[in-house]
């Protein structure tokens, strides 16, 4: 049995509750968490928001600790190396998407880190709000960012791979412009790894207030999107557009800034569907509206390969898990930059 903190329902504060963890399998790694980030889809799935939420639930995929065992049959990982675990602890391993290191697409339904279902107690799985987890190593990821970045790392389990794996697959890089729509948790790691990956970065926000926040995060120019001068500046000349916002709204307003074969890839999930795009603007440009889902277990040990190389980290604001419940309140309200992140040592307070 372990610490950990769960929602016991969606109206009700967070708890205290000891959990069960199982005894390490041959292929299985033990994690003493020491960090872990907090999500939107936590407080999504905490209050059942999306629907589905199985009780109790122990959210958070964005962990990062120190491996303290591993299973007779594991070879790459060895007590005392520092790991993370992102949103996937399992897949069926044997669907094309699986074979292609695609696992977040995986045709029968990958294992989430949280609220998946699984033969462990209590049927269901555990996330991150916990002080240990058990997990099968080829859902482990190797992490060499510098002991005193470790906590800023957490959130890249998530939001630096949910941004990360888009602009890889549209093939960001020199001579790209590309915009980020929204600077928020995703939205900030999107514009860092743009900027990281030598692309020409927009960044559009809805408040001028967040200009010098954006140009510090490594954008190149700053629009306000709803200032319609500003946004008909830009019609028709991005090769691509990510956009983070999760909130219901017009996405006309950005198809008609892409250029010709022009991409805008939607990476959050809107609690009421985005109005019907206007077909004409993509037909008569051939221009895209995608979307993108995290990335593969590969993929984001290439991301946290790259953000280590690269020097580039979340910006977080620490956190005791005795706060989550005031932390989730000032999520909805976006006020935080950029991150919260859990100091799991305060489970034992």
């Known amino acids: 049995m372990v610490n950990a903190f769960a929602a016991v329902a969606a109206d009700k504060p967070f708890q205290a509750m000891d959990i069960f963890r199982r005894e390490a399998g041959p292929h299985d790694v033990v994690i003493d968490i020491a960090y872990c980030g907090v999500c939107h889809s936590d407080l999504h799935t905490a209050r059942s928001e999306w629907g589905g939420t199985i009780y109790p639930c122990v959210p958070g995929h964005e962990i990062v600790g120190k491996v303290s065992a591993v299973g007779t049959h594991v070879s790459g990982f060895k007590p005392g190396d520092i790991v993370g675990v992102g949103c996937i602890v399992d897949s069926c391993q044997s669907c094309p998407s699986c074979g292609e290191g695609l696992e977040q697409y995986c045709e029968k339904g990958f294992t989430g880190t949280y609220n998946g279902r699984t033969a462990d107690a209590p049927g269901h799985t555990l996330g991150g709000y916990s002080s240990r987890i058990v997990v099968n190593d080829k859902f482990v990821l190797r992490i060499t960012h510098p002991v005193e ?6 959130p890249l389990l998530c939001a630096g791979i949910t941004t990360y794996s888009p602009l890889r ?25 743009a ?24 954008a190149d120019e700053v629009v306000v999107s709803r200032n319609r001068d500003e946004m008909k500046a830009y ?20 198809t008609a800034l892409l250029k010709r074969d022009g991409t805008l890839t939607l990476v959050g ?23 993108s889902l995290i990335g593969g277990i590969a993929e984001t040990q290439e991301m946290l390969d790259f953000c280590a190389e690269k020097g580039i980290v979340a910006d977080i604001e620490m956190i005791r898990i005795q706060d989550i419940d005031a932390a989730y309140d000032r999520m909805v309200k976006s006020d935080v930059k950029y991150r919260f992140v859990i100091d799991n040592a305060s489970l034992a307070d």
């Open 269 to 291: 999930v809107p609690e009421h569907a985005h109005p019907s795009p206007d077909v004409s603007a993509l037909i008569f440009k051939r221009r895209a509206i995608a979307g």
């Open 169 to 193: 697959h549209w093939k960001v890089g020199p001579g790209s412009k590309v915009g980020v729509v929204g600077i928020g948790g995703l939205g900030h790691m999107g514009v860092k790894l």
């Open 149 to 154: 970045q470790l906590a800023a790392v957490a």
């Open 195 to 218: 900027h990281a990956m030598g692309a020409h970065v927009v960044a559009f926000t809805t408040s001028d207030a967040k200009r010098q926040d954006a140009l510090a995060l490594g």
């Open 235 to 254: 019609r028709n000349s991005f090769d691509f557009i990510l956009n983070t916002v999760a909130a219901s709204h017009d996405l006309d307003a950005f």
